[in-house]
């Protein structure tokens, strides 16, 4: 049973309910640690302390109709702020130094690593990543690496739904997606928005790893005059595609494309692109080739990304793309970008290197 606390209080109509809710919030007088109270037609709204009569008169200026009086309010039950909050009385101290410090939200689905010593508490976690972030609907462990030619990733329900697809809002634009189904990775909205911001009106783009769209749409958003052919090879990813481009409104800006990407290229798209997205680090090496030929005989921008390790990540993916694009009979006239994306392993990154191709 909840705590009553007494405490001054406006009671006022509930079509000026938002109005004063609003104003008492900029004057700093609403005491957040109760609840606000319906009273019929009427709501109660507990206040720090009772006005003064220069705060009154400001008040006064903007909601009608207001009483100020005494009334017992319900005292809110804060919750934890963080997992660790949450955990640390149930789980031993040794182990609440190994729990995850990095969530990744897509939706209203939590995606969290669990380290092996605390899989025996993995239900546990869940349990906690639930309690914290309330709009979280669903939390899924990570159960393998991305793999095969689809680009999936296992995933085991570890608390809430076991339904796994989701709307995923970025940058303006909305994405359905299955994350069994489909990749997406919420740590490269950066990177969608870094890209998109680059490109030009008037520009045709091949996005030849496109999944669910998110480098596509948001060109298409950002620019009124332009033409992205999104490839992609899995039929769940097209599918995905196809939807989020008639919610975000860019049917025929966004072409959807399913099918091997050299062969794509090689059949429809040959010469035609101003600008190439190749966002398949773990084998973009294999397609420069493929690139090469979607760029227009003048050449064009190649978005280049890979996976590197140590020592000298940048200037081993640098040298994959100097060779791959001598190796298709082109030269790079300039470098544009080079930059670590993000970490994916120990002494493993993501490298994003923007290219110009003669």
Same mark, same amino acid.
């Given at each position: 049973?909840?705590?009553?606390?007494?405490?001054?209080?406006?009671?006022?109509?509930?079509?000026?309910?938002?109005?004063?809710?609003?104003?008492? /919030?900029?004057?700093?007088?609403?005491?957040?640690?109760?609840?606000?109270?319906?009273?019929g037609d009427h709501l109660l709204i507990?206040?720090?302390?009772?006005?003064?009569?220069?705060?009154?008169?400001?008040?006064s200026k903007h909601i009608e109709e207001?009483?100020?009086?005494?009334?017992?309010?319900?005292?809110?039950?804060?919750?934890?702020?963080?997992?660790? %909050?949450?955990?640390?009385?149930?789980?031993?101290?040794?182990?609440? $130094?190994?729990?995850?410090?990095?969530?990744?939200?897509?939706?209203?689905? $939590? @995606?969290?690593?669990?380290?092996?010593?605390?899989?025996?508490?993995?239900?546990?976690?869940?349990?906690?990543?639930?309690?914290?972030?309330?709009?979280?609907?669903?939390?899924?462990?990570?159960?393998?690496?991305?793999? +095969?030619?689809?680009?999936?990733?296992?995933?085991?329900?570890?608390?809430?739904?076991?339904?796994?697809?989701?709307?995923?809002?970025?940058?303006?634009?909305?994405?359905?997606?299955?994350?069994?189904?489909?990749?997406?990775?919420?740590?490269?909205?950066?990177?969608?928005?870094?890209?998109?911001?680059?490109?030009?009106?008037?520009?045709?783009?091949? %996005?030849?790893?496109?999944?669910?769209?998110?480098?596509?749409?948001?060109?298409?958003?950002?620019?009124?005059?332009?033409?992205?052919?999104?490839? %992609? *090879? /899995?039929?769940?990813?097209?599918?995905?595609?196809?939807?989020?481009?008639?919610?975000?409104?860019?049917?025929?800006? @966004?072409?959807?494309?399913?099918?091997?990407?050299?062969?794509?290229?090689?059949?429809?798209?040959?010469?035609?692109?101003?600008?190439?997205?190749?966002?398949?680090?773990?084998?973009?090496?294999?397609?420069?080739?493929?690139?090469?030929?979607?760029?227009?005989?003048?050449?064009?921008?190649?978005?280049?990304?890979?996976?590197?390790?140590?020592? #000298?990540?940048?200037?081993?993916?640098?040298?994959?793309?100097?060779?791959?694009? $001598?190796?298709? +009979?082109?030269?790079?006239?300039?470098?544009?970008?080079?930059?670590?994306?993000?970490?994916?392993?120990? #002494?493993?990154?993501?490298?994003? *290197? %923007?290219?110009?191709?003669?």
């Open positions: 049973m909840n705590r009553l606390v007494r405490s001054h209080c406006i009671k006022i109509h509930k079509r000026f309910g938002e109005k004063a809710i609003r104003l008492l /919030n900029k004057l700093s007088l609403i005491n957040k640690d109760l609840k606000i109270l319906n009273l507990p206040i720090k302390e009772k006005p003064s009569n220069t705060v009154l008169n400001e008040i207001l009483e100020f009086s005494l009334h017992e309010f319900p005292v809110r039950v804060k919750g934890p702020k963080t997992i660790v %909050d949450y955990l640390e009385d149930k789980l031993p101290p040794y182990l609440l $130094a190994s729990l995850p410090r990095s969530i990744d939200f897509i939706g209203d689905i $939590a @995606v969290v690593e669990i380290p092996e010593e605390l899989e025996p508490h993995k239900y546990l976690i869940g349990e906690a990543v639930l309690k914290v972030y309330k709009r979280v609907r669903s939390v899924l462990a990570k159960s393998g690496a991305v793999r +095969g030619t689809y680009r999936v990733r296992d995933y085991e329900v570890i608390a809430g739904s076991d339904n796994t697809e989701t709307l995923h809002k970025e940058h303006g634009c909305k994405y359905y997606l299955d994350l069994r189904k489909v990749y997406f990775s919420p740590r490269l909205s950066y990177e969608h928005y870094r890209v998109a911001s680059q490109v030009h009106d008037g520009e045709v783009v091949v %996005d030849m790893f496109a999944g669910v769209g998110p480098f596509s749409i948001l060109i298409a958003k950002m620019r009124s005059n332009v033409l992205v052919y999104s490839i %992609d *090879i /899995n039929p769940d990813a097209i599918g995905y595609l196809k939807r989020n481009i008639y919610t975000n409104g860019v049917e025929g800006k @966004v072409i959807p494309i399913l099918g091997d990407a050299r062969e794509v290229i090689g059949t429809r798209l040959t010469h035609i692109a101003d600008r190439v997205i190749m966002n398949l680090p773990e084998k973009a090496a294999e397609f420069i080739d493929a690139a090469c030929m979607a760029l227009k005989p003048s050449g064009g921008i190649i978005h280049y990304y890979q996976f590197s390790e140590a020592p #000298y990540p940048i200037e081993k993916a640098r040298e994959s793309l100097i060779n791959g694009v $001598a190796s298709a +009979g082109k030269f790079i006239e300039a470098i544009l970008t080079e930059r670590v994306v993000r970490e994916v392993a120990p #002494y493993k990154w993501q490298i994003a *290197i %923007d290219a110009r191709v003669r």
